[in-house]
């Protein structure tokens, strides 16, 4: 039985911890979206996810790997730019 939960112990201290994004990150990422014309479901379904999880992300409750946030950001300025 140890065995088993040293296992379990050694997966979950490998699992990649994603720090929450500060206020201005999460605002930006909100801003941007918006500004894109985009609706946070329409976001969701963008990324194979549901909306709480964008709307998480935009409100600084979840973490998420900093690379996604960057790339959403030069997607939506990327929308921007097409737009204008």
């Known amino acids: 039985m140890y065995k088993i939960w ?8 490998k699992m990649r911890k994603y720090p929450v994004p500060t ?6 990422l909100k801003r941007l979206r918006q500004e894109a014309g ?3 479901p329409q976001v969701a379904e963008a ?6 999880r964008i709307s998480d992300y935009e409100n ?5 790997d900093p690379e996604l946030i960057e790339k959403l950001k030069k997607r939506y300025k990327l929308i921007i ?4």
């Not at 040293?6 to 201290?13: D, H, L, R, T, W």
């Not at 206020?23 to 930006?28: N, Q």
């Not at 990324?47 to 709480?52: E, I, M």
């Not at 730019?81 to 204008?84: G, K």
Request: without cysteine; hydrophobic residues 30%.
């Open 47 to 52: 990324l194979h996810t549901n909306q709480a």
């Open 6 to 13: 040293s296992a379990i112990e050694n997966v979950f201290s």
């Open 23 to 28: 206020k201005e990150e999460a605002e930006e």
């Open 60 to 64: 600084g409750k979840r973490g998420t």
């Open 81 to 84: 730019q097409y737009n204008t």
């Open 38 to 40: 985009m609706t946070i």
